[in-house]
């Protein structure tokens, strides 16, 4: 069951600017097997690809939504009680360690242990990548702080004032006792009214983002692609288990001349920079700038220009502008 699901752009994306830029989220609506109707935060609509023509647009963020969970199970970051909502994320090389997605995703335990996610409880386990070599990406769209209006189910009168209101996100949680969690937000509207919202509980979206608020950081290529594995399909793409080799995300190759920023925040660039031409503290300068190739210095070790200065950055770090959105900093939000 994948109606409900909370997702962002995916591998095969080939939907423009529906919605509004790579990390906006949006919400499955509709399932017809290899497509999946999303309607974005902001408003857009598009029928996306899971599978169909081999193709997939989406990968999922949340699947706490549509009730998604493992039961038994203790996040070892924020000790929630005997159960994880949504995605199961373990240590590779410490087994005793369980994340939630909102621990694994704001960086609890080390950056450079593999974790394997498990995307439902009983499911197959997908082995990741090293966080610390990952692209992350800012989640935006419906989280506290952002500013709605009535959405495309809204069903409940003129409870925010009327016609064109816009009321501010106070939180996300539960819709009732419906299935599943983070599947609805409670807003207060200018006349001070306040009520819960659908935003994925039940397939519905109640109301629609006017201006966005920034969310957590997550790590892009670690999500479940859309109509390949656990919650929403049935056509496994990549079989992994928990002893399989950690994977690199893919990469663009660089050459001289092309324009690349560094997507790692600092304390993750320091870490991968040893043996890859040191580490300075002016470095973290270098974060989320745009940068030129200069020369491949070997394989895993490029030399680029930045203001006059010459550095020597871990290939891993780097991602080509243009190719890649490079959005660093600190974490926020909750997923």
Request: glycine share 14%; net charge positive; proline share 4%.
């Amino acid at each position: 069951m994948s109606v409900g699901l909370r997702v962002v752009r995916g591998p095969d994306w080939s939907h423009g600017n529906v919605d509004q830029g790579e990390g906006h989220m949006g919400t499955v609506v509709k399932d017809d097997k290899d497509n999946y109707d999303v309607i974005w935060d902001k408003g857009g609509k598009s029928n996306c690809r899971a599978g169909k023509g081999g193709k997939y647009d989406l990968r999922i963020l949340d699947n706490a939504p549509i009730g998604a969970k493992h039961t038994g199970v203790n996040c070892k970051n924020c000790k929630n009680k005997n159960c994880i909502h949504g995605m199961r994320w373990q240590c590779t090389q410490c087994p005793d360690v369980d994340l939630c997605s909102q621990c694994y995703f704001t960086n609890a335990h080390s950056l450079d242990h593999a974790f394997k996610r498990m995307d439902r409880s009983g499911g197959t386990w997908v082995t990741v990548s090293k966080r610390s070599i990952g692209t992350k990406i800012r989640a935006l769209g419906i989280f506290p702080g952002a500013k709605v209006q009535r959405g495309p189910h809204w069903e409940f009168g003129d409870q925010d004032g009327g016609m064109g209101s816009k009321g501010s996100v106070v939180d996300i949680r539960p819709y009732g006792s419906a299935i599943g969690t983070r599947n609805a937000v409670k807003v207060k509207w200018p006349n001070d009214e306040s009520n819960v919202y659908r935003v994925g509980s039940q397939g519905k979206v109640d109301v629609k983002c006017v201006e966005e608020a920034q969310g957590f950081y997550y790590y892009r290529e670690h999500l479940p692609v859309a109509g390949t594995t656990g919650d929403t399909g049935i056509r496994p793409k990549v079989t992994n288990t928990p002893n399989a080799p950690n994977p690199t995300p893919p990469r663009s190759q660089f050459k001289v001349g092309d324009k690349v920023c560094v997507h790692l925040p600092a304390e993750s660039l320091k870490e991968v920079q040893r043996g890859h031409g040191g580490w300075s503290m002016r470095m973290s300068e270098c974060v989320g700038e745009t940068m030129k190739v200069k020369r491949m210095v070997d394989d895993s070790t490029v030399e680029v220009e930045h203001n006059g200065t010459t550095w020597q950055f871990y290939k891993g770090a780097l991602s080509k502008v243009g190719v890649f959105i490079c959005q660093t900093g600190l974490q926020g939000g909750a997923v």
